[in-house]
């Protein structure tokens, strides 16, 4: 066990449509990190925050924001959604991303989310 | 800009086998290196990291040795076993806080 919690584990939706997955990082840690897991393209990274601030962004779609909140807990809403976008995605957590060095990622079990 | 490649798989080995999954990496400055494993079903994991040149890093009879001069950190096992297939995550996170990079995953099948 990580101590990164993320929910729901699964999601079933349709296209066109709105979802939001949680995410709890592991007690004390500031930096809340958001991958997308697809077969055929790996790990991709689509954003990072540190201590509610927005620290880098990668391959994130327009339709796709996140947000971390004063208790660290972070969301990723996912809008419009497309076939395109089913995969597993994961939230980590590290203790401090303004050092950088040597920063272990602790990942959670993931949300597998299921565009039909 | 920063990089990470790792031979691709996915790699199918016999029990007891040796093991190697090449990566190497293009970075500035004196980055922090890792290999984090994906069991099915399942979260990415640390396995190991360095975070310095000629620093070895192990855990679990699994080893890596961060080689500057040839920009790469292999990791290797001597023995390899059916729990070991998972798919295996080279990384680097450098100075200055700037994001993990991983590479794009090797699967290993161990066979007994």
């Known amino acids: 066990d990580s101590g990164v919690t993320q929910t729901p584990k699964h999601l079933i939706t349709a296209t066109g449509q709105r979802v939001t997955l949680r995410c709890s990082p592991r007690?004390?840690?500031?930096?809340v990190y958001w991958y997308q897991q697809s077969l055929d393209q790996g790990l991709q990274f689509l954003i990072q925050y540190y201590n509610g601030e927005e620290r880098a962004k990668g391959n994130i779609l327009e339709r796709f924001s996140a947000q971390q909140f004063p208790d660290l807990h972070s969301e990723l809403n996912l809008s419009s959604l497309e076939l395109g976008d089913s995969a597993l995605y994961f939230c980590?957590?590290?203790?401090?991303?303004?050092?950088?060095?040597?920063?272990?990622?602790?990942f959670g079990p993931g949300t597998r989310l299921t565009v039909l | 800009g920063n990089s990470v490649t790792q031979m691709e798989g996915p790699v199918t080995l016999s029990e007891e086998a040796f093991l190697t999954i090449n990566c190497t990496y293009t970075?500035?400055?004196?980055?922090?290196l890792f290999w984090y494993v994906q069991y099915p079903g399942e979260g990415l994991q640390l396995l190991l990291k360095a975070t310095k040149a000629d620093d070895k890093g192990s855990n679990k009879g699994f080893e890596a040795t961060y080689r500057k001069e040839t920009t790469s950190f292999h990791l290797e096992k001597g023995s390899v076993q059916v729990s070991d297939s998972a798919v295996y995550f080279c990384?680097?996170?450098?100075?200055?806080?700037?994001?993990?990079?991983f590479g794009a995953g090797t699967r290993l099948f161990v066979k007994a």
């Open positions: 990384a680097l996170s450098g100075n200055g806080g700037f994001k993990t990079i």
């Open positions: 970075a500035t400055g004196y980055p922090s």
């Open positions: 007690s004390g840690d500031l930096s």
């Open positions: 980590a957590s590290s203790v401090d991303s303004l050092a950088g060095v040597g920063d272990t990622q602790y």
